[in-house]
């Protein structure tokens, strides 16, 4: 019996001590979780979860496939660690018919790209997490990703769902501008370039960045007035729009490093504001019944 309750003694003392312990640190990464840290970093990031939209596509002669996947993830995940939240796994469902004829592309038929992200809200709102903000780091996305949140509003969500859109404060466009050397741009680019040099320098292939044409090859021209489809393929045929013979890692630690910054300012708002939320669910009471909305 005394030696029973010297076991229990030690093993109560043993309890305290790794009580005691300081707690380590959480990680923001959805994928390095466990199960019981995962309750906690829900309760920690107060259900705000971010959701880092890549594709897989051809980056000029020069970059590495997955080019959008490391800059949002970079982005995400510099953000988190300035504001807590979690960052879901590499995601790279989107919109990318454009570059079907190029190899590497995986592009998803359209219905599939749309049920893939509703599931993903829908699993990480019963999860707990009913705060999602899209970082996106691929502009074929974005007319989807604007559609796709309206679409929201056609019935009850219990999440809001956000897409983060930076806008260079005009210190940060100045300090930009001071650093590039070419005008012209918009995919694998300079900027894009130089983004990645920050990232991972290893995956940038530079000596290449000038073997093929990043110039608007305008092809449609002679039809004015309209948008097309192929409009994309009609402009950059390689998949490559700006000159990226001009880079630095400097101007690509700028770009990350600001977006970053308004991100965690995005996140840290979100935490503490239920504006949309609220105005959300008035919308859908009213939405219900729209002859009783006040003429
Ligand atoms: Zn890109």
Redesign the pocket.
């Known amino acids: 019996m005394k030696n029973l309750i010297a076991v229990c003694l030690l093993f109560s003392a043993l309890n305290l001590f790794s009580q005691a312990k300081p707690e380590s640190k959480l990680s923001c990464s959805y994928d390095e979780l466990t199960a019981p840290d995962f309750v906690k970093a829900v309760e920690r990031s107060s259900g705000v979860c971010l959701l880092p939209m890549g594709i897989l596509e051809k ?1 000029g002669p020069h970059l590495p496939l997955g ?2 996947i490391f ?1 949002c993830r970079k982005v995400a995940l510099t953000a988190a660690e300035q504001e807590y939240c979690v960052v879901f796994p590499t995601y790279f469902a989107g919109q990318i018919n454009e570059a079907r004829h190029q190899p590497g592309t995986i592009a998803y038929s359209p219905e599939l790209i749309w049920k893939i992200l509703q599931e993903t809200c829908e699993e990480l709102s019963r999860n707990g997490l009913k705060k999602i903000i899209i970082v996106n ?3 074929g996305n974005n007319d989807f990703l604007r559609y796709f949140c309206m679409s929201q509003l056609h019935s009850q969500k219990d999440y809001v769902l956000v897409f983060f859109q930076p806008n260079d404060t005009p210190e940060v466009a100045k300090k930009i501008e001071s650093l590039r050397q070419t005008k012209t741009g918009g ?2 680019d300079e900027k ?1 370039t130089s983004m990645m040099r920050f990232i991972r320098s290893d995956l940038v292939k530079t000596e290449l960045a000038g073997t093929q044409s990043g110039q608007n090859q305008k092809r449609l021209a002679e039809v004015p007035f309209q948008y097309t489809g192929i409009w994309w393929y009609a402009q950059y045929p390689n998949h490559y729009a700006g000159d990226a013979t001009k880079s630095s890692v400097e101007l690509g630690k700028v770009v990350v490093e600001s977006q970053a910054e308004q991100l965690a300012q995005l996140i840290k708002t979100l935490k503490n504001n239920n504006k949309i939320e609220s105005l959300q669910n008035q919308f859908y009471k009213d939405s219900a019944n729209p002859l009783n909305t006040k003429q």
């Open positions: 980056h080019t959008d800059e780091g691929h502009g995919h694998a894009e």
